[in-house]
């Protein structure tokens, strides 16, 4: 991927004009809220991406990149909004220029131009995610399991193991409805053929005996065996002369037209009518629930999720409800995912056997139009042939449901309908065409043979093609069946894999954000289009995050968990990562931690980190994750954020000076240690009175902090002796005498005692005495930082409890020994 | 995917087997290396079972490799050991 050395910002969010030098190391920005930082993270999103999350994204409905991103003063000149990044690409050992403007946000400039750059650029543009805010990183804790599993999956890259899961899945649905059809048509095909030969079960000998018996009044030689191309007509005149038409056998015909009003008497059967009612059931609940989601989604909260459902009326329009109720209400209507896949699968079961008792009447009523067609004189078979159509309509509608769905309504009229009911006309053309088979004289035996003959041959052949398809479609279903099967394990273990692997990471990291909770375990569990997050809770078991756990580690899991699944998703291709105030409520105590971690796990990612905390942000230079960093010191509408360079408090200060301006520069001197002063009372554990609103001001911090740093030092020295390394106790003896000479210009010491050197004086020195003042400092904080010019680090102390055994930096060039055992 | 969060059944939906015609989102993008690895895995499956051809099981390989959710009747063509004619 890239770093980023430069961003040049114009005219875009809260920004007019803005330079930023990264030098494509660690960056921090502080100020506090409402400066600009969030505009910074959007411009290097909207620079890379051409998109910005935080108004495209989830749930931002009337807000957009094209309307909203431009500096307000510009919301109609989107061409005046435009950030250009300056990057080096490790990969290609490349710089480039990428310039965007608001008007064409899909268009990205790059300079010079460069293919193989140009791809780096799309990759990154695939993955949003190196920009986060705190809200963001959140929602991979907090979220629901199914949306989780969504969220990250979309994180991980795996939508297209789901997409091709989802492909299969729906191969195999057709797969075993087409054979369950298959299948029904097999069984109509032999219930035609029983009909036509009056056997209540198909028997070769028995088929076989009642051809033969035809055949023997017409004089033909028996068959011996029935196989696939037995032709039982085979030898029998074309038709009989006799005969009223062609192909129909008088008995076969009133056998069939019996069998059919057997079935009409019998009214539903009863496994249909089971069947019927438990789908029209589901069915009913579903749609219920579709009904509850679009009241919900109506209402505008349902995209913010139920827990926000706590007001007695709409936020947004006022009515009134009843909130206890309304949550149970959704609670109960919404169906999980799985529920809903379960619910779904015995639907198409039911639906499918309904289908199968419409089709066999559907056909048994389109054979008895012919029949009734046939007769001389015909009877009318208009009503038949429109009762055949309503349930061949009937079952489209149940098809179309098992195809989509979202087809409810269809599916519920067509369950609803009694399909097994035979409408009086037709029914009274049934009872004709009956009367017209019975009256129809008796033809002679040898036209009845070849008539049966007929009959029989085209059923058997019927049976048979049924018989192949069927036994087809059975074979295509197994193997869909099995490459399903197959799949679903294969992708199921993969990604459990992967989610030990990331959960791996996850643990690790977040017990050294955490070093006390030593037998922290977080557990990602897959289930289908579930992903359940689960974490220690101190040896009490594993829980939702949200359970137990307080906000701050909360956050911290975020960022603990996000980190592990960049790291799966992009492994040393994760070079880029912007954070935005996400390191918010991560606690004083583990802040260092934080730092540490992100340094020595993530060596050659590029953070760039935002938080409104100037001592966060001391935390960070101190740790040396970044070098730099760029203070907002305030904001307005005009000119946007005012910035203040940190990294040069002492020439700010000097500048000061020179327009005699010694209010400023102790104001600026004042602030200034108080963050350094706060950062080494931590680091060297100072003994400061404690205050429950941790509101300390220099007197409270910095003469215990420089105590403290005179005692460790003896410390040091008194180790030394013992372990008999004079070296080492020589260059410790000269430091604290450098210490005691320091301080001593500095009149820390003397705040309490003498009014007169206070530092709530200061602003009433003369330049030449604050000057001293300045200079006193500025070589004290020179002598307790790290000499080594890469590190500059203030020294700390470890472990962080209990004796200290160590004085060190994290460099460490600073490296004393405090033991004496 | 629709812009609801939660257990919204419209999500859902899009989870729960759909057919023919809602089966054709665009994939084109290179394999990561896990679905890669899903491939890879899947591939010796198919191989395994004795019961699928390994012809069949090579077929539906390269099927699933070109980047795109297959459509159903090239799910179907990959899985038939012979062209098919009608719909026998
Ligand atoms: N398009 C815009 N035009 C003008 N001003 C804007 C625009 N978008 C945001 N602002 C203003 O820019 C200022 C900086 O906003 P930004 O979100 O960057 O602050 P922030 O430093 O991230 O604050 P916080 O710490 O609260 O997150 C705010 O006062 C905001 O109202
Ligand atoms: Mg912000
Ligand atoms: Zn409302
Ligand atoms: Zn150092």
New binding site residues.
């Given amino acids: 991927m890239i770093r980023i050395k430069t961003i040049h910002i114009e005219e875009f ?2 920004i007019r004009e803005l330079d930023l030098d990264l030098g494509g190391a660690n960056f921090g920005i502080c ?1 506090p ?7 910074v993270v959007d411009a290097i999103e909207f620079c890379l991406t051409g998109n910005v999350t935080r108004l495209s994204g989830q749930g931002q409905g009337e807000l957009s990149v094209k309307g ?5 003063e510009h919301r109609k000149n989107p061409d005046k909004a435009k950030v250009a990044i300056t990057a080096t690409i490790p990969s290609l050992g490349k710089d480039v220029t990428i310039t965007r403007t608001v008007k064409n946000p899909r268009i990205m400039i790059l300079t010079p131009a460069d293919p193989a750059a140009e791809a780096v650029f799309d990759e990154l543009q695939s993955h949003p995610e190196f920009a986060l805010s705190r809200r963001e990183i959140a929602k991979y804790i907090v979220t629901p399991p199914a949306q989780r599993s969504t969220d990250v999956q979309n994180l991980l890259r795996l939508e297209h193991i789901g997409g091709l899961r989802r492909a299969f899945v729906s191969y195999a649905n057709i797969c075993k409805r087409e054979d369950e059809e298959a299948e029904r048509a097999r069984k109509r095909a032999e219930d035609d053929l029983k009909t036509a030969l009056g056997l209540p079960a198909l028997d070769r000998e028995k088929v076989l005996e009642r051809a033969n018996a035809q055949r023997g009044i017409l004089g033909l030689p028996t068959l011996a065996e029935l196989t696939p191309q037995t032709s039982f007509k085979e030898g029998a005149p074309k038709d009989g002369k006799d005969s009223e038409k062609p192909g129909i056998a008088k008995d076969v015909a009133l056998a069939d037209l019996a069998a059919l009003s057997a079935a009409i008497k019998a009214a539903e059967p009863a496994t249909l009518k089971a069947h019927r009612e438990s789908a029209l059931s589901a069915l009913r609940k579903l749609k219920e629930d579709e009904r509850a989601l679009s009241l919900a989604r109506s209402h505008g909260f349902i995209t913010t999720g139920l827990q926000l459902v706590t007001e007695d009326a709409c936020p947004l329009c006022d009515t009134p409800w009843n909130a206890d109720e309304l949550r149970e209400h959704l609670k109960a209507k919404l169906l999980s995912a799985e529920e809903m896949g379960t619910l779904l699968e015995s639907l198409n079961k039911a639906i499918s056997a309904v289908m199968g008792g419409i089709d066999e009447r559907a056909t048994a009523i389109r054979k008895a139009a012919d029949y009734a067609g046939a007769l001389n004189p015909s009877v009318l078979r208009a009503e038949l042939d429109s009762y055949a159509e309503a349930l061949s309509d009937v079952k489209a509608s149940l098809k179309a449901f098992q195809e989509d769905p979202s087809k409810i309504e269809g599916a519920i009229s067509a369950l609803e309908n009694k399909w097994w009911e035979v409408g009086k006309e037709a029914q009274a053309r049934l009872d004709e065409t009956q009367k017209g088979f019975t009256a129809l004289p008796d033809s002679s035996a040898k036209d009845k043979a070849i008539a049966f003959l007929a009959v029989l041959q085209d059923r058997y052949e019927r049976l048979l093609s049924t018989t192949r398809t069927a036994k087809a479609m059975g074979m295509r279903n197994a193997t869909a069946q099995k490459v399903h099967d197959h799949y679903n394990a294969v992708s199921n273990k993969v990604l459990e894999d992967i989610y030990d692997a990331v959960a791996k990471d996850f643990t690790d990291f977040y017990k050294a954000i955490n070093d006390d909770e030593g037998k922290f375990v977080g557990e990602l569990k897959a289930e289908p289009a579930k992903l359940s997050f689960n974490v220690d809770f101190y040896g009490r078991g594993t829980f939702p995050p949200g359970a137990y756990h307080s906000e701050g580690h909360q956050d911290g899991m975020g960022l603990c968990l996000y980190l592990a699944l960049m790291k799966h998703t992009l492994g040393d291709k994760f070079s880029f990562a912007v954070l935005d ?1 996400v390191l918010m409520s991560v606690d004083t105590g583990h802040r260092r931690e934080v730092c540490r971690l992100l340094k020595t796990k993530f060596p050659d990612t590029q953070f760039i980190l935002t938080t ?1 905390d100037r001592v966060w942000l001391q935390y960070m230079k101190t740790e040396g994750l970044i070098q730099k960093g760029q203070f ?1 010191g305030g ?1 307005n ?1 005009e000119t946007g954020p005012r910035i203040w360079d940190d990294t040069d408090v002492w020439t700010e200060i000097q500048e000061a000076l020179d327009k005699d301006d010694v209010p400023r520069a102790a104001a600026l001197m004042r602030r200034y240690l108080e963050y350094i002063s706060a950062v080494l009372a931590d680091n060297l554990r100072a003994q400061v009175e404690y205050r429950g609103d941790a509101n300390y001001d220099l007197g409270d911090l910095l003469p215990s902090v420089l105590d403290r740093w005179k005692n460790r030092l003896e410390k040091g020295i008194k180790s030394a002796a013992h372990w008999d390394h004079d070296e080492t106790k020589a260059a410790l003896e000269a430091k604290l005498a450098e210490a005691t000479m320091l301080i001593q210009k500095t009149n820390a010491e003397q705040w309490a005692i003498n009014k007169s050197v206070h530092f709530n004086e200061w602003e009433n020195f003369t330049r030449t005495e604050f000057k001293e003042v300045t200079d006193a400092f500025k070589a004290l904080l020179g002598h307790i930082r790290c000499q080594n010019p890469k590190c500059g680090g203030y020294p700390y102390l470890t472990p962080r409890k209990g004796a200290s055994e160590q004085l060190r930096c994290s460099c460490g060039s600073i490296n004393v020994n405090l033991k004496t055992k | 995917m629709s812009s609801c969060s939660l257990n919204c059944p419209q999500w859902q939906l899009d989870d729960v087997p759909k057919l023919r015609n809602s089966v054709n989102e665009q994939h084109n993008n290179p394999l990561s290396p896990t679905v890669t690895k899903v491939l890879d895995e899947y591939l010796d499956t198919l191989l395994a079972d004795e019961s699928l051809g390994d012809a069949v099981a090579k077929q539906l390989d390269a099927l699933l490799r070109t980047g795109k959710v297959p459509k159903i009747e090239d799910i179907d063509t990959a899985l038939s050991p012979l062209p098919k004619g009608g719909d026998g």
């Fill in positions: 969010r809260g100020g809220n409402g400066t600009g930082k969030s505009g909203h991103a431009p500096h307000v105030d409104h907002f904001w509408i």
